[in-house]
């Protein structure tokens, strides 16, 4: 290999600038290196204060249009005779549940709610509804403003797995965060159904639940479908279905309901988490490969081109792209050590450059410990005393 083919860089990070090796490298469980330039970014979502984010299904706002448009009878052959009044929808005595037109999985939900101002009846009986997740999983919906077990009496007694914001029947919630009868509150909920393979369960699911910005369920795995008194196991069922609200015979109301689906963490099988799949990682890590390599003029031998096919190989050197990072290296590290000292100080950026980029190849199996060319530059490196990010 003749010398005048290789051209060097001097300008510290310039190689970095044009190879995207930073940290840890893809490896079998994850189809992007730690801090990934090539990994695509979160699509843009708008959420100012107060407002609906702008990726959010908007499930009730406040109109009579907006409840028939989005809910109906639970039975969808009864008519949803909930109320609209002043902005918001209501329970109605005998009227039944209701239930979303759309069906969803896992998902952030927001809530705003309020229990009647005309306190009447105790425990159970006093401002009771619930939001069905899934028509499956009770979040409580309560007033469990009097419920106060530091007092004695309690003025409102009741069971703890029943209050607010608990998941009924199972888990209380974490702290009594509610607010005055009357008054409108939040829910913030995250939910994530169980997860079923060939009839077994391999998940719980989840509900992390916010009362009034107050974390009361910290990611709790679900139990059993919600029960009254009995212990209900968890079931296969649907992977999407209505959001439900109950009817418990108090006139609580429900406003700003909005919805935004998340995809499982089960979903994911390319970067990591519970479902990683090898194949799935190797499929993706082959298709960047190729679609970096397809940017590069492999007629030029410098050491851009050279630290531009590190990257393609930090996610399969195989094939072509193997051959070619070779054919670079090889020719790369022949010519390094015919440079003079001189020659290798104007050059450092660039060495110690393309050394840190073997490093991380090395620590992640792409090349191996007796690499010539990470040796190449790790002499130089060593005896000019050049430290190596
Ligand atoms: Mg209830």
Redesign the pocket.
């Known amino acids: 290999m003749k010398k005048l083919l290789i051209v060097g860089v001097v300008a510290m990070g310039a190689v970095a600038a044009q190879a995207g090796v930073y940290g840890d490298v893809p490896d079998a469980k994850h189809a992007w290196a730690v801090h990934d330039r090539n990994r695509p970014n979160p699509v843009k979502v708008t959420a100012n204060p107060g407002q609906v984010p702008s990726d959010a299904k908007l499930l009730f706002d406040g109109t009579v249009d907006s409840f028939t448009r989005n809910w109906q009878h639970k039975k969808t052959d009864r008519k949803a005779d909930w109320q609209v009044v002043d902005g918001a929808m209501q329970s109605v005595k005998g009227a039944g549940y209701i239930q979303t037109k759309d069906a969803f999985g896992d998902c952030q939900l927001h809530i705003e709610w309020a229990s009647p101002s005309k306190v009447e009846g105790l425990g159970q009986g006093r401002g ?3 939001v069905f997740l899934m028509g499956s999983y ?1 979040i ?3 007033d469990s403003y009097e419920t106060d077990p530091s007092k004695d009496p309690n003025p409102n007694p009741n069971y703890a797995d029943g209050q607010a914001s608990a998941v ?1 029947a199972e888990n209380p919630p974490l702290v009594n965060a509610s607010r005055k009868p009357g008054e409108w509150q939040t829910y913030d909920i995250v939910f994530h159904q169980p997860i079923w393979k060939d009839g077994k369960m391999v998940w719980p699911g989840s509900v992390t639940v916010f009362h009034n910005g107050v974390l009361t369920q910290d990611h709790w795995e679900m139990e059993g479908l919600t029960t009254h008194c009995n212990r209900r196991p968890l079931a296969p069922h649907a992977t999407r279905l209505p959001l439900e609200f ?1 009817d ?1 015979g108090n006139p609580v109301r429900f406003r700003n309901v909005w919805i935004r689906e998340i995809p499982s963490r089960y979903a994911n099988t390319t970067h990591g988490g519970p479902a990683a799949k090898e194949e799935d990682v190797m499929a993706l890590r082959r298709k960047t490969a190729d679609q970096l390599f397809k940017k590069i003029d492999t007629s030029k031998m410098d050491a851009p081109t050279l630290a531009a096919l590190m990257e393609v190989v930090s996610y399969a050197k195989e094939g072509v792209w193997k051959d070619e990072f070779l054919k670079h290296a090889f020719a790369y590290r022949d010519w390094v050590k015919t440079l003079d000292a001189k020659a290798q100080d104007a050059r450092r950026g660039e060495i110690t450059d393309l050394k840190r980029i073997c490093n991380k190849l090395q620590k992640g199996g792409v090349l191996p410990p007796n690499c010539t060319l990470a040796a190449a530059l790790g002499d130089i490196c060593t005896k000019k005393g050049w430290k190596v990010r």
């Open positions: 009771n509804s619930g009770e409580q919906v309560l009924y109950q418990h």
